[in-house]
């Protein structure tokens, strides 16, 4: 199993930037998925996840209605839309996947990717 994110960059606050997950190795239709974030000397803390076929979200509390995720199983891939972003956005920011149907209760995923780094700032 691959994931791997890219996407990531530099951006001004109150920019945009859109992440793409691409998954191989699964079928990536019978996985829930989300995106997870890890700040420079902190932990891993979950962002958002959808369900198999992106019919339902869930997003962290200090995301909500600034960022979109959403997927496209046609084409294996997981995506997080970010609008209005601010430096406390900045991160190495991770895809992951759940062989479950449903968001785990938990947010916790069985396959994570690599990561890439997203930095906010003027």
């Known amino acids: 199993v691959q994931l791997q994110a890219s996407g990531g960059g530099l951006v001004q606050p109150g920019g945009s930037l859109r992440l793409s997950c691409a998954a191989s190795?699964?079928?990536?239709?019978?996985?829930?998925a989300g995106w997870f974030r890890q700040p420079l000397g902190q932990e891993r803390e979950f962002v958002a996840a959808i369900d198999h076929v992106g019919g339902g979200t869930v997003y962290a509390d200090s995301v909500k209605g600034r960022f979109t995720i959403s997927r496209d199983n046609a084409k294996d891939a997981l995506f997080l839309q970010m609008d209005s972003l601010k430096p406390s956005d900045t991160a190495v920011y991770y895809c992951?996947?759940?062989?479950?149907?449903?968001?785990?209760?938990?947010?916790?995923?069985?396959?994570y990717g690599k990561g890439t780094q997203v930095t906010v700032s003027s």
């Open positions: 992951g996947a759940a062989y479950t149907m449903v968001i785990p209760g938990n947010y916790g995923m069985d396959y």
């Open positions: 190795g699964l079928v990536f239709r019978n996985y829930a």
